[in-house]
T-cell receptor, first 115, second 117 residues
Framework: AQKITQTQPGMFVQEKEAVTLDCTYD???????LFWYKQPSSGEMIFLIY??????QNATEGRYSLNFQKARKSANLVISASQLGDSAMYFC????????????FGTGTSLTVIP | DAMVIQNPRYQVTQFGKPVTLSCSQT?????MYWYQQKSSQAPKLLFH???????NEADTPDNFQSRRPNTSFCFLDIRSPGLGDAAMYLC????????????????FGEGSRLTVL
């Protein structure tokens, strides 16, 4: 079974609008971390936001927020007020405490911001 | 300041000609990773080091080798590159269990893009 599932290969959003990128995960470990990375066309992987499994509140970092629904095992990334520079690939990833050093990546979502 | 540095950023090699990619870090993280990423795909883990302990993924071809002479440096050697090895190679680091980093994030370098002619 896939550890991380991203079901949206491509998404489009109008500039200044909000967009949600979906991510579901599969683990039986009670201790885990969820991460979102942005990869622009230049290729660099940029860390955006982190959510710990024991965190009571949804993580936020500037225009990025994580809609964490633990019972549903989903960790959707919300980007508010989209900018042209947000056009990139977005990867959801998970790290489990039990496996320690392994990071599991989803297949990514390509986001295009339309002017 | 860059914390994970990869060299070279771009490497062109001929079919079968060995290549070495390097990665250095200033974060003092005890885990270092090498990922291969092909166009529009997720990064694929080749192997990682926890300190000096080498962990190879089961499906990593023997053509790929790695060395970690010290905490700061890690090398990826591709002994006989084939056309299918053309990809972006990403080095990353993270805090390991001993550094209290069960859920710490990956820090990536800018990548080395390999072209095989």
């Amino acid at each position: 079974a896939q550890k991380i599932t991203q079901t949206q290969p491509g998404m489009f959003v109008q500039e200044k609008e909000a967009v949600t990128l979906d991510c579901t995960y599969d683990t039986s470990d009670p201790s885990y971390g969820l991460f979102w990375y942005k990869q622009p066309s230049s290729g660099e992987m940029i860390f955006l936001i982190y959510q710990g499994s024991y965190d009571q509140q949804n993580a936020t970092e500037g225009r990025y927020s994580l809609n964490f629904q633990k019972a549903r095992k989903s960790a959707n990334l919300v980007i508010s007020a989209s900018q042209l520079g947000d056009s990139a690939m977005y990867f959801c990833a998970m790290r489990e405490a039990i496996t320690g050093n392994q990071f599991y990546f989803g297949t990514g979502t390509s986001l295009t911001v339309i002017p | 300041d860059a914390m994970v540095i990869q060299n070279p950023r771009y490497q062109v090699t001929q079919f079968g000609k060995p290549v070495t990619l390097s990665c250095s870090q200033t974060l003092n993280h005890n885990v270092m990773y090498w990922y291969q990423q092909k166009s529009s795909q997720a990064p694929k883990l080749l192997f990682h080091y926890y300190d000096k302990d080498f962990n190879n993924e089961a499906d990593t071809p023997d053509n790929f080798q790695s060395r970690r002479p010290n905490t700061s440096f890690c090398f990826l050697d591709i002994r006989s590159p084939g056309l299918g090895d053309a990809a972006m190679y990403l080095c990353a680091t993270s805090r390991g269990l001993g550094q209290g980093g069960q859920t710490g994030e990956l820090f990536f370098g800018e990548g080395s893009r390999l072209t095989v002619l």
